[in-house]
């Protein structure tokens, strides 16, 4: 076998591979003896069928089989004889078959060499946040406010109910795309609708219809009707007033306190908003380091592994949506940046894990499993779920590295404590 290799722009490479013909003739004519024995066609009994019948019959479709398998087989051989890795399977081109001789060209994408680049330049926020008297007050607000359930109620609407209504939305006459609603439940004072909706609905009751002229908002995520002026005419079907929950044995007895009251219901929650501004900060912080990192160290992607990964992603979204029907090959480009960032990501972990021979021991996944568990209602059931199963074992192994690699570039970037409010440090990050 003879290779020769040429190297294109990037991550490109073309090889040239040819190899003698005489191994793979030898091939054929042995397939074909074994198919005269065992072929059936009409006219011959089997095992009588004469090699040259066989040989008309399924000659062509025997040497395109080995051709292939051969193509495959040498260059797997020749990237191994040059010390290649390539990235994503080759394009094979310009196969040329003689007597003696075959040849072929696989052009294809190899990983690149990832230089991890110096963090001692690179400032890492690390966020502090307390947990005030008046966050715990404000989420066991939320908490009741979220078990707060509605009953009909016989009266004119008011602050805080749940209004069933029909709608129809026109812009100087006429309509507009989801301009109609039908059994649309609005709880007043929540936002949900446009300024003056809710409003417009207090001191009214069931069977009245009404028109309120309001306008969309400058800033609507529509834009089409964004800033004009609109007339909804509103049919109200159905008025219920909330029922709030009272801080009782009762009520804390929902969530697993069954004894000491409010201050042990109290202390429950503080507790579970401690372990979750523990996972929202170990998140912030890890996103921070890694995409610094990834700044610092850059380095060409192959292309093959982007397509990859943006069809995963795509096909993600497809079955998070449900959406049936439709081919989101076309649109790759969507989830192109994205896909980079990841492929690129895991280039550069997989270099300073593998650099800094990181391991994760049993123990340690055992833990990073514990912790994640301990926040659902039955932990063992969950920690016996991953470490029984090697798939989410490896899974939890990837989390333990990653950490570990989080560690290792705090220890060689500068670091800075930022203070937040714990309300604005939960928020979700925009951008």
């Known amino acids: ?219 609507y995520q529509y834009t089409e009707v964004a800033g004009k002026p609109v007339d909804f005419e509103i049919t109200i079907s159905k008025v219920e007033a909330p029922h709030t929950p009272e801080l009782n044995d009762e009520f804390f007895a929902r969530f697993g306190v069954n004894e000491g009251g409010l201050d042990a219901f109290r202390e429950e929650v503080e507790k579970n908003m401690s372990m979750e501004l523990e996972r929202n900060k170990q998140s912030r912080v890890k996103n921070d380091i890694l995409n610094k990192v990834l700044e610092a160290s850059p380095f060409d992607v192959p292309k093959a592994l982007i397509t990859d990964e943006a069809r995963r992603l795509a096909e993600q979204m497809r079955q998070q949506y449900n959406i049936e029907g439709q081919n989101l090959e076309n649109e790759l480009s969507l989830f192109e940046e994205e896909a980079k960032k990841r492929v690129a990501l895991g280039l550069l972990l997989a270099e300073i894990i593998k650099s800094n021979e990181f391991k994760a021991s049993a123990e340690e996944v055992k833990a990073k499993v514990e912790n994640l568990a301990s926040s659902y209602e039955s932990p063992d059931e969950l920690v016996n779920y991953y470490l029984n199963n090697k798939e989410r074992t490896a899974e939890i192994e990837s989390l333990v590295m990653e950490d570990k690699v989080v560690d290792w570039a705090c220890e060689q970037a500068k670091t800075t404590e930022k203070s937040y409010a714990f309300s604005d440090f939960m928020q979700p990050e925009r951008g």
Not at 9 to 33: H, P, W, Y
């Open 1 to 219: 076998m003879q290779v020769a290799v040429e190297n294109k722009e990037g991550l490109e490479k073309v090889m040239t591979i040819s190899f003698a013909a005489t191994d793979m003739n030898k091939e054929i004519q042995s397939r074909l003896q074994s198919l005269s024995k065992t072929a059936k066609l009409n006219g011959f009994r089997p095992g009588k069928v004469p090699l040259q019948v066989i040989k008309q019959k399924f000659g062509p479709q025997v040497e395109a089989e080995l051709l292939n398998e051969n193509i495959q087989k040498t260059f797997y051989e020749a990237v191994s004889q040059e010390k290649i890795r390539p990235a994503g399977g080759p394009e094979i081109d310009k196969v040329e078959t003689g007597k003696d001789e075959i040849s072929y060209t696989a052009t294809f994408e190899v990983f690149p060499e990832v230089e991890v680049g110096s963090l001692s330049d690179i400032e890492i926020e690390m966020p502090v946040v307390t947990i005030e008297t008046a966050d715990i007050d404000k989420t066991i607000d939320n908490i009741v406010k979220q078990q707060t359930h509605f009953h009909d109620a016989d009266r004119e609407v008011q602050e805080g109910d749940k209004v069933t209504t029909d709608f129809v939305g026109t812009i100087e006459g006429e309509a507009f795309s989801g301009n109609e609603g039908k059994d649309v439940p609005v709880v007043i004072g929540s936002g949900q609708m446009i300024e003056g909706f809710e409003q417009g609905l207090i001191g009214k009751k069931v069977g009245e219809t009404l028109t309120l002229n309001l306008k969309f908002p400058d800033d």
